[in-house]
């Protein structure tokens, strides 16, 4: 089952408008006053590759694993290596769009951080397929 990305507004506001401008000013330059093209390639990439994280991020959970997807960045996590799940507002570079995550401990360091937009559903799949039992926020 696939689950999208929650996305906070204020996240997408401090993530688009910015680039946006600069891509805008980049098409000014370029194109209305023939300057400078790079800037434009530049912003052009840029933006593309912002978009694909934006609407790239989702969760999908298979039988045995979930697959955490975050536009080109691709991982794995194996129920079985699952250690422990947490709520959190945790703010460290993730694949979430939201600050309104889940923390998963799996292996022996390692961790992500996700946040499904139908938070609810998400947790009560894992804990159908799994013996792992999330601590709630308090």
């Given amino acids: 089952?696939?689950?999208?990305?929650?996305?906070?507004?204020?996240?997408?506001?401090?993530?688009?408008?910015?680039?946006?401008?600069g891509f805008l000013m980049s098409v000014y330059s370029a194109f209305i006053t023939k300057e400078a093209i790079t800037?434009?390639?530049?912003?052009?990439?840029?933006?593309?590759?912002i978009a694909w994280i934006w609407f790239g991020t989702y969760y999908v959970l298979k039988e045995t694993y979930i697959i955490v997807r975050c536009g080109p960045f691709r991982e794995r996590i194996e129920f079985a290596d699952?250690?422990?799940?947490?709520?959190?507002?945790?703010?460290?570079?993730?694949?979430a769009l939201s600050l309104d995550r889940i923390?998963?401990?799996?292996?022996?360091?390692?961790?992500?951080?996700?946040?499904?937009?139908?938070?609810?559903?998400?947790?009560?799949?894992?804990?159908?397929?799994?013996?792992?039992?999330?601590?709630r926020r308090e």
């Fill in 1 to 21: 089952m696939r689950y999208n990305s929650k996305r906070d507004l204020w996240l997408g506001l401090l993530i688009w408008l910015p680039i946006t401008s």
């Fill in 39 to 49: 800037p434009f390639i530049v912003f052009t990439v840029i933006l593309s590759f």
């Fill in 82 to 95: 699952i250690k422990s799940m947490k709520e959190t507002r945790n703010a460290l570079s993730s694949y």
């Fill in 103 to 135: 923390q998963i401990k799996y292996r022996k360091f390692g961790y992500s951080l996700i946040s499904p937009i139908n938070k609810e559903d998400f947790i009560k799949e894992i804990e159908k397929k799994s013996s792992i039992k999330i601590v």
